[in-house]
């Protein structure tokens, strides 16, 4: 003959089965894999980055273009001729970002002056503030590189901001 099974048994046995569900459907193996290559980009960023080795600098930062030339197989007029590509990109990359930045916070005053001062209104506004400074320190990046192409060294972002040149691309 079964043994019987209580009702408060069953009740018992049915809430630890509910109470099981968020356990069983817990994504172990994609947590666990998300964890190794978190484990991996901290890894990356504490050995720190490793020196470009397509393209030759000085020891006083400017570019050796000879070098360079030689380390692909190129000749140097060829080297020159895509500095000058790349330039053209670096500037036109610069704009581009410069007025998107510009055109968003322009539109993000815009929503700050009609939305109202309430907690649950004000946080979208709010979190939309980064995307408008990621778009202008990545118009800067390419500015940068645009200054570091026309004058043919790495110079650093100090360097350029306190220039006496040109300080928009070209």
Same mark, same amino acid.
């Given at each position: 003959?079964?043994?019987?099974?209580?009702?408060?048994?069953?009740?018992?046995?049915?809430?630890?089965?509910? +109470?099981?569900?968020?356990?069983?459907?817990?994504?172990?193996?994609?947590? !666990?894999?998300?964890?190794?290559?978190?484990?991996?980009?901290?890894?990356?960023?504490?050995?720190?980055?490793?020196?470009?080795?397509?393209?030759?600098?000085?020891?006083?930062?400017?570019?050796?273009?000879? !070098?360079?030339?030689?380390?692909?197989?190129?000749?140097?007029?060829?080297?020159?001729?895509?500095?000058?590509?790349?330039?053209?990109?670096?500037?036109?990359? !610069?704009?581009?970002?410069? +007025?998107?930045?510009?055109?968003?916070?322009?539109?993000?005053?815009?929503?700050?002056?009609?939305?109202?001062?309430?907690?649950?209104?004000?946080?979208?506004?709010?979190?939309?503030? %980064?995307?408008?400074?990621?778009?202008?320190?990545?118009?800067?990046?390419?500015?940068?590189?645009? =200054?570091?192409?026309?004058?043919?060294?790495?110079?650093?972002?100090?360097? =350029?901001?306190?220039?006496?040149?040109?300080?928009? %691309?070209?």
């Amino acid at each position: 003959m079964p043994k019987r099974v209580s009702r408060l048994n069953r009740a018992w046995s049915g809430v630890r089965w509910i +109470g099981s569900i968020p356990g069983r459907t817990f994504p172990k193996p994609e947590v !666990a894999e998300g964890g190794r290559m978190l484990s991996g980009l901290i890894a990356t960023v504490r050995r720190g980055a490793r020196r470009d080795t397509r393209f030759r600098v000085d020891e006083d930062r400017h570019f050796d273009l000879e !070098a360079t030339a030689f380390l692909h197989g190129m000749k140097v007029w060829q080297v020159e001729v895509l500095l000058q590509r790349r330039r053209r990109q670096s500037a036109l990359a !610069a704009y581009i970002f410069f +007025g998107a930045a510009w055109a968003l916070f322009a539109y993000w005053l815009f929503e700050i002056a009609i939305t109202p001062w309430a907690s649950w209104s004000i946080a979208p506004v709010l979190e939309f503030a %980064p995307f408008c400074l990621f778009l202008f320190l990545t118009a800067f990046q390419s500015a940068l590189q645009n =200054y570091q192409l026309r004058t043919r060294r790495l110079a650093t972002a100090w360097e =350029y901001l306190t220039t006496s040149e040109q300080f928009w %691309p070209s």
